[in-house]
C-alpha cells in the first residue's frame, strides 16, 4: 500500500471513529472531540489526493482547503465548548437530556 | 360617461371590487364605528347593483366584457361578464342589498360587528367572483376563499354548537376544496385549457377514445362543487350550519355558497365538458339522477322537522337541485327551467329564512310547535313566508311553478319521462311539510309564551327587517307574475339559453 | 458590466461588517448594524436580478482568482430568487426585532425569557448569519459552500441559545452537535469528490458528470449530513425544541431562512451535479418528504404551545421540498419545469408565511406573556393585525388561494399530473388539508370571545407591521407569479 492510501484509510477510520463517538459518547466534550476527529480524518483523505497535473509536485488547494478547514474547526470547538459550559452551568451536567425529556409540553 | 361604462372592459373588476374595499376597509374600523361601517355597507352595496345594472344592459345589447391578468405563465385570472354569468351576480348583488339592510337591523347591539360584516362582504366577493370566472382556474381560487370567508360567519356566535357546524362546514368545504384543485389541475393537463367556452373544451373524440378517464375526471370535479351544491351524500353540513344567524343563513342557502356550488355544476356541464360530451359520457345522467334522488331525499327528510331553520334547510337540499337536474337534461326548455331556477329558488328562499330570523328576533320562535297564532302578532312577516312557500311548492303563477313546468316539459322533451314524477312527488312533498307550517300560524291558538321584543312604531318589528321581508316577498310576486317579460329571469335565461346552448 | 461583481461581494461584506458595528453595542450600533445589512441586501438582490434577467447565468472570480485555485462565484435565478427572498424576510425580521428587544420583555417570568442578552447579541448572530446565507447563495464551489455553511451553522446554533433557559441550552447545543456532524458528513463528500476529480467548482464537477462508486458515496454523505441540517424526516428531532425556544424574530430567521441554505445546497448537488442522480434517489427523498409531511403536520395537532406548533409545521413544509425530487425527474423522463418551479416557489413563499406567522405569534406571546395556544384567546381584538399576519400567513402555508403556497401547489400537482405519478398528487391534497386543520386549530382560539386574562402588555407597532407586511406578501405571491417563475427558471433545469 502506497502511503497516500494509508493516509486514505486511515482517515475514512478516524472518521468513522469520530462518528461513533459522537453517536455514543452522552459527555459534551467528547463530542466536541469526536467532531474534531471527524474533522481530521477529512483533512486526511484531503491530504492524500493524488496531485492534479504533476505528480512531482504536491498540490496546493488541498492543503489550503485543510487549514481553511482548522480554522474553521477551531472556531467551531470554541464556540461548541462554550455552549457546553452553559448547558452545564444551566442544567447542572455534561450531557444533553433524553429527546423524551425535552418533548414535555406544559 | 353612461356609454362609456357600457364599455368598460374592466367593468367586472369593478363589481368584485365593490365589495372587497368595503371587506378590507371595515376590517380595520373599531367596533365603536357604526356609522361609517354602515355607509361603507350600504355605498358598497348600491354601487354593486347599478354596476351590475350596467352590465345587464351591456350584454342585452350584445357587449361581453373580459378582463384578464397574468397570474403564471399560461394561466389567468379571468373575469367575464356574458349571460350566464351576470345571472348570477345579478342574483347575488340584489340580495346582497337586502341582506346587508338585514343584517345591521337582526346583529344591532350584538358583539364582532366589524368583523362579521367584514367577512360578510369579502364572502360576497368569492361569490361575484366566481360567477364571472371566466376559467376554472379563476373559479377554484374564489371557490375556495368562499370557503374561507364564510367560515368566521358560521362560527359569528362563537357556541358550541356554531363551532361544531362550523368544523362539519369546513370538513366537508375544504375537502371539497382539495378534491377540487386535483380535480382542476388535471383537467388542465388533460384538456390544455381550463378556459370556460360555451358548448364545452373537452374534445369529444378525446372523451370517446377513453371514457373511463374522462368519467373519473367529471367525478372528481363534480364532487367537489357537489359539496357546496349540497347533492345528496354530501349535503351533511348544510343542515347543522343552521346554528349560523340568520343573515348568514340566507347567505349560505340563497345568496352565496349553495349557488356557488350549483353553479359550478353548471359550469361544469356547460361550459367545460360541454352538454353534448356529457351526454354522450353518460355524465350528466348521473348527475340527473343524483339531483333527482336528492329532490325527494331533501323534501322527505324536511317533513316533520320541527326546528323552522333545519326545515328550510332539507328543503334547500331538495330545491337547489332541480338546478343541476335542469341543466343535466339536453333540452332547451329543462336548461331554462334548471338555469332560471337558481334566482327563483333564491328569492324564495331568502324571504322564508329572513322570516324565520324576524321570528327568532322577535318573538324568540324558533320551532313550527311554537309559531301557534304568529300570524296575528305578524302578519306582514307571516304573508311573506306563505308567499315564499307557495311559490315553493308551485301554486301558479309564482316563480316555482315556473321553474318545474319548464323543467316538467324539458324532460318530457327528453323523453326522461321520470322527471315528472320526481316534480309531482317533490310538489306534494313542498306542501306536506310548509302547509302545516302556515296553518300553525294562522289557525293554531297560541300555545307558547313568545318573548316579545316589542314593536317598532306601528310596525311589527324592526324597519330593517321588515324592509327586506317585503321586498323579496314582492320579488317573488313580481318575479313569477312577470315572467313572460324579457326582462325577468325567465326571460334572461331564455337569451342565455339562445346564445349558449344552441 | 452591470456591477454585478461589486455586489455580490457587498452582499458578503456588508451583513458581516453590519454585525461587527451591531456588536458595539448599544441601541444605535445594532440600529446602523441592521440597516446597512438591510439596505446591502435588498439592492444588491434587486441589482443581481437586473443582470441575471439581462446576461444570465453570472460568474465572477473573487480578487481575479479564477478556479481551480481562487474563489469563484456563480449566480443564476435560483440564487438571486434565495437572495431576494432573504433580503425580504430579513429586513421584516431586522424591523421587527428592534421592538421586540426594546425594554418590553419582562426579565424575571418564565414564560418570555428573552433579558439583556438577546437584546445585545441578537443582531449582531443575525447579521453574521446573513452574511453567510448570502456566502452560501453565491458560492460556485463546493469548498466555499462548507465554509459559509458552517458559518451559518455556528451563528444559527448560538441565536438559539439567547433565551437564557435551560432548555434553550440544551436545545441549542443539540442542534450545534448535528449541525457540526452534518457539516463533516458534508466536507468528506467534498473531500471524496475532490480525490476522484480534481475540482471543487460546481460548474466543473457537473461537466465531469459523477457517477460510480466514491462520488455516489458523496453524494450519499453530503445529501445525509445537509438532510440533518434541514431537518428532513427523521432527522428533525432538534427542529421543533430549537425553532420553538429561540427569541421570536430568531424562530422567524431559523425556520424561514436557515434550513433554506442547506435545502439550497441539496438541491444544487441533486439537480445541477448529479442531474438528478438515480430514480431510486430522488424517490427516496420524495418518501421522507412525504413521511414529514403527514408526521410533521400530526404532531402539530397535537402541540400545546404556539410556537412548538409553527416549529414542527417546519417540518412538515420542508417535506414538500422534497417531494419536489421524484417530480422534478420521473421515471425515464426528462426535467419536469412545473415541479421545479413550484417546489422552489413552496421555498419561497413557505419562508414569507412562516417567518410572518412566528413574528405575530411572537407579538401575541409577548402580549399575554404566555406561549400556550389556550393562551391567545381574544388576542384577534387586543392585536388584529397580528391575527390578520397570522391568519394570512397560515392560509400561504395551507396553499389557500391566493397565496404563494396556492400557486406552489397548483405547480405540484400539475407536475404530479403531467408526470402521471398520483400517489404524490394525493398526498399534497391531504398534506394541506391537515395544514388547514392546524392553522385552524390556533385561529379558533384568537377567535373565541373571551376578553384576554389581565396583564396585556402592549406592542410596539412596528412588530405588527414587519408580520402583517410579510403575510401581505406571501398572499401578493399568489397573485402575481410570472415574473418570479421567470427569474427561478433562468439556469433552471429543463430551463
Known sequence: ?106 | MTSALLGWEALPLAVVLTSFVPGVGIMFLREEQRALRTTFNLTGAVAKVILVGFMLRGVALGFTYEWHFEVLPGLELSLVGDALALLFVSLSAGLWLVTTLYAIGYLEGSPNRTRFFSFFSLCVTATTGLAMAGDLFTFVLFYEALTWTTYPLVVHRGSEAAIAAGRRYLIYTLTAGAVLVVGAVWFHVEVGTVSFTAGGVVDAAAADADPGRYLLLFGLLLAGMGVKAALFPVHGWLPVAMAAPAPVSALLHAVAVVKAGAFGVVRLLHSLFGIEVAGTLGASGVVAALAGFTIVYGSVRALGQDDLKRLLAFSTVSQLSYIALGVAILTPMAQAGGLVHLVHQGIMKITLFFCAGVLAETLEVKKVSEMGGVARRMPITMLAFSVAALGMIGLPPLPGFLSKLYLGIGALEAGAGWVVPVLLASSLLNAAYFLPVIRTAYLDDRTTSWVDQGRDGWLEADWRLILPVVSTAVFVLLVGLLGGLSWSPLGWVQLIVAREVL | MTGGDIWSVLLVLAPTLGALVALQGGGWAIRIGLALGAAVSALGSVALWVSVAQEGVLRYALGGWGAPLGIELRIDGFSVAMLAMTALVGGAVSLYSTGYFRDLLPQSSDEVPHGERGARYFAPLWLLLWGALNGVYLSGDLFNLYVTLEVMGLAAAAVVTLAVTSEATVAGMRYLMVSLVGSMLFLLGVALLYANYGVLALESLQAAGPSGGLPVLALALMTVGLAAKTALFPLHGWLPSAHAVAPAPGSAILSALVVKGSFYIVVRLWVDLYGGGSRGGVVFLGVMGGAAVLWGSLMCLRQVSLKRLIAYSTVAQLGYLFVMFPLLFPAGGVANTDAWAGGIYHALSHAVAKSAMFLAAGSMTVAVAKDAIPAISGTAHRLPMSFLAFGLGGLGLAGIPPSGGFIAKWLLLRSAVETGQWLWAVLLAVGGLLTVAYVLMVLRYALERTEPSEGFQPVPRRMEWAALGLALISVLLGTRAVEVIALIQLGGPGG
Open chain 1, 1 to 106: 500500500m502506497t502511503a497516500l492510501g494509508l493516509y486514505t484509510f486511515a482517515g475514512a477510520g478516524l472518521f468513522a471513529l469520530g462518528f461513533w463517538a459522537v453517536a455514543v459518547r452522552a459527555h459534551l466534550v467528547w463530542k466536541v472531540f469526536a467532531i474534531n476527529i471527524m474533522g481530521s480524518g477529512v483533512f486526511l483523505i484531503l491530504l492524500s489526493t493524488p496531485a492534479r497535473g504533476d505528480p512531482a509536485q504536491a498540490d496546493p488547494v488541498p492543503q489550503a482547503m485543510v487549514l481553511t478547514g482548522i480554522v474553521v474547526a477551531v472556531a467551531a470547538t470554541a464556540v461548541a465548548l462554550g455552549m457546553a459550559l452553559r448547558v452545564v452551568a444551566r442544567t447542572g451536567r455534561p450531557f444533553l437530556p433524553e429527546e423524551g425529556d425535552l418533548e414535555t409540553r406544559e
